[in-house]
């Protein structure tokens, strides 16, 4: 009885298997522009990842042509086994003109990738090849100024801290985490000695780093573990450099067990729902429109390989259409702060207060800016160490 | 004729199973079952590159299968599989970065494969010695060194191996492409792996078929006692076992970092070390099956990638289907040991 049922089946499900087969889609008229998009992290994370998922979809509404296929979670801890080649490999076969890789850990992976596939045009996110030489003519890199974000952030967190105590949750080190540190530490600095006119030793700025870009068990130092050291060893305000919202869920912990703390998170314009108590505000990535530069130069044939570093529209830089990097205050920023933060963002778009002029000195005391140099865009973007004046770890030891 | 049978009846029995419970898996998570099914089809067998990355899948989990067998044939649960893949690994990337500066690169490359079978079997032999000599029981001493292996491997990438200015779990700095195992440009197939695989099934099938060794360690896994009144030494008989096991373990963690990851990362082993005790224990340890099932579990593996990308279902479907299908086996085996229990008490 059993036997002959178990064959029954068996053959039904082949049949039905045999018949999904022959039903494949047939090549109709007009064909979208597909373009696939690899995120390192879940498209929900409130974070890095979720940025670029919702300017995917900004692209496609732009765009009413294009669409977007995208794959997250692509890193080896979590899809173990598949590699960016592998997967750059199947896009094409399903007809992906374009393909942007949205993570720094991609960046061996989308160079062999895009060697392989010439005829295959390649954006990734946060690069450098195009600068280093090492990308070949269809990779393009895009990355976001967001030193301006990052400056804005400290700023919001000297103005608000009471015990001049100022923590940074740290990614992996690499030359954009210290620049963005750095350049927190900048805004913070600014805000405490030129706008509070307060003593330049009373404040303290540490960074501790977990070793990935978010959390991976057993693998990098818990983010919310981290977290909760600071708050537990007096930093009030924690500013968030990881693409998950570690910082701003335990500083809600922390206010609900009575604490006064604050924190700052990171990446995506919606990172402070939920926490509206503690979240100072977000600086924050807006991809569309790189994307849609880069998508469109593509359709039109004019793709060119480029590094391209897109900043704030200073007339309005939580504009959805233009500014590729914003600031969105939160709700538990003072209306005092926010006043100065307003004054502090219009100085730093007229270019009245650069703070990346000299003197500023390394963390082991070398010169970065001599007195009154303006640094360049290539000597921010390879920032060697930390700041002099900031507490953390400038590299591996 | 009559064992073909059975054997097939009970695989079919298997599958519907399987089938029925990730289907109703699939139904309660809000997915059509048989368009993810189809997914999983056309993205693993699809087309001949799709081929090539299940290959790629299947060859280490094949080659640490065929070092399980000569364990599971003694009655040793090498565990530590995961750890000496991952040992492997390291040893082969210690010995890569110094071809970096070299100009015959191809000669380390040679020896790396030397060295991670090296590094596996040296892994092994510490659990192995642990079990003869300590009394550790083998599952507890692997899972210790797995961690142990872990923890070594994190150290190196974020202390003396990792990339210049640079403190990240990302991995190691990618090697030269003369480092690299030499592959199909189009369907990024590496035919050194393809035939270290191969050749490992076909020496372990001679090897515990064939020969004194594969005897010996046959007669100590059915009764360690018996064998030893036949003056047969069950201590070295299961150094030797966890040798090959690591060295077979230790080349696939070779081929990971030469062949595909082309450097050194956290999660060099994708777990194909524990994948790989389901994949002998499901093939009922079985050296011309084993093959087989790692082929369809690397199916598995690459398919269910098209999940997430094309259903919005997330593909650690692939996982239950593989955990589905060990379960249902064990079950429908000690149903069957039942009956036949039944039978013989009528």
């Known amino acids: ?390 507490l953390g770890q400038s590299s591996a030891k | 004729m009559q064992t073909f049978l059975r054997y097939s009846r009970k695989m079919i029995l298997t599958a519907v199973v399987v089938f029925c419970f990730t289907t109703l898996i699939l139904l309660i998570a809000g997915a059509p079952p048989f368009a993810a099914y189809y997914h999983i089809f056309k993205g693993s067998l699809g087309s001949w590159s799709k081929i090539a990355h299940v290959i790629t899948v299947w060859i280490p989990l094949t080659l640490c299968a065929s070092g399980l067998l000569y364990t599971f044939r003694i009655g040793l649960w090498n565990i530590g599989v995961e750890g000496q893949m991952i040992m492997g690994a390291i040893f082969s990337t210690a010995l890569l970065r110094f071809g970096i500066e070299s100009h015959q690169p191809a000669v380390f490359l040679g020896l790396s494969f030397f060295a991670g079978a090296m590094g596996g079997g040296i892994w092994a032999f510490f659990a192995g010695f642990l079990k003869t000599k300590g009394g550790v029981h083998e599952i507890f001493a692997g899972l210790g060194l797995n961690f142990v292996a872990q923890g070594i491997i994190l150290y190196l990438i974020f202390g003396p191996w990792k990339r210049p200015g640079v403190a990240s779990m990302s991995g190691t700095e990618v090697f030269p492409q003369t480092l690299w195992l030499p592959f199909l440009s189009t369907i990024r197939l590496s035919p050194v792996g393809l035939v270290l695989a191969l050749a490992a099934v076909m020496v372990t099938a001679w090897m515990l078929r064939y020969t004194w060794v594969g005897l010996g360690l046959k007669a100590i896994g059915k009764n360690q006692y018996a064998a030893f009144l036949f003056g047969l030494k069950p201590g070295r008989y299961m150094l030797l076992a966890m040798a090959f096991a690591g060295g077979f373990a230790g080349l696939a963690g070779c081929l990971q970092v030469a062949g595909i990851y082309h450097r050194l990362i956290p999660a060099i082993s994708s777990n194909y070390g524990y994948l790989s005790l389901l994949v002998v224990m499901l093939s009922n340890y079985n050296v011309w099956v084993a093959p087989g099932v790692a082929f369809f579990f690397a199916c598995l593996n690459i398919g269910s990638i098209q999940l997430p990308m094309m259903l919005r279902v997330d593909s650690s479907l692939s996982g239950v289907i593989q955990g589905a299908l060990v379960l249902a086996t064990l079950a429908i085996y000690a149903w069957q040991t039942r009956n036949k229990q039944k039978e013989r008490q009528n």
């Open chain 1, 1 to 390: 009885m059993f036997k002959k049922m178990g064959l029954a089946l068996s053959i039904f499900f082949m049949l039905v298997f045999m018949g999904f087969l022959c039903l494949r889609p047939g090549f109709g008229a007009e064909k979208p522009f597909q373009f696939g998009l690899l995120l390192v992290g879940p498209y929900n994370d409130h974070g890095w990842s979720q940025a670029h998922f919702e300017a995917g979809e900004y692209v496609q509404k732009k765009l009413p042509g294009a669409k977007m296929i995208y794959i997250d979670k692509v890193n080896p801890a979590d899809r173990q086994g598949i590699t960016i080649p592998q997967l750059v490999d199947d896009m094409v076969e399903k007809g992906i003109k374009l393909i942007i890789a949205n993570s720094d850990d991609m960046k061996d992976g989308t160079r062999e990738a895009a060697k392989m596939h010439p005829d295959i045009h390649f954006l990734h996110i946060s690069g450098d090849d195009v600068l280093t030489g090492k990308a070949s003519g269809n990779l393009s890199n895009l990355m976001g100024r967001m030193e301006y974000g990052k400056m804005m952030a400290g700023f919001a967190a000297a103005m608000t801290t009471k015990t001049g105590k100022i923590g940074y949750l740290g990614p992996l080190i690499n030359e954009e985490t210290r620049r963005l540190v750095a350049s927190s530490y900048l805004g913070a600095k600014y805000a405490w000695e030129k706008v509070l006119k307060k003593d330049p030793k009373e404040l303290t700025f540490k960074v501790t780093w977990i070793g990935f870009w978010f959390n991976i068990p057993g693998v990098t130092a818990d983010p919310t573990k981290v977290a909760q050291n600071f708050f537990n060893t007096g930093y009030d305000v924690l500013i968030s450099g990881i693409d998950t919202t570690e910082a701003v869920v335990v500083a809600k912990q922390k206010k609900q067990e009575g604490k006064m703390v604050w924190a700052i998170p990171y990446d995506y314009i919606g990172a402070c729902e939920g926490a509206s108590d503690v979240c100072l505000g977000v600086p924050y990535f807006n991809w569309g429109p790189g994307y849609l530069e880069f998508i469109q130069a593509s359709i039109a044939g004019k793709w060119k390989s480029n590094w391209i570093w897109m900043g704030p529209d200073w007339k309005n830089i939580n504009d959805p259409d233009t500014s590729t990097v914003g600031f969105k205050p939160g709700p538990a920023l003072s209306s005092s702060a926010k006043k100065a933060l307003d004054s502090f963002i219009s100085d730093l778009g007229t270019k009245k207060v650069n703070l990346f002029e000299g003197p500023l000195y390394y963390q082991d005391g070398s010169i970065f800016l001599k007195d009154g140099e303006i640094a360049t865009d290539k000597k921010i973007w390879y920032m060697e160490q930390l700041l002099k004046g900031m």
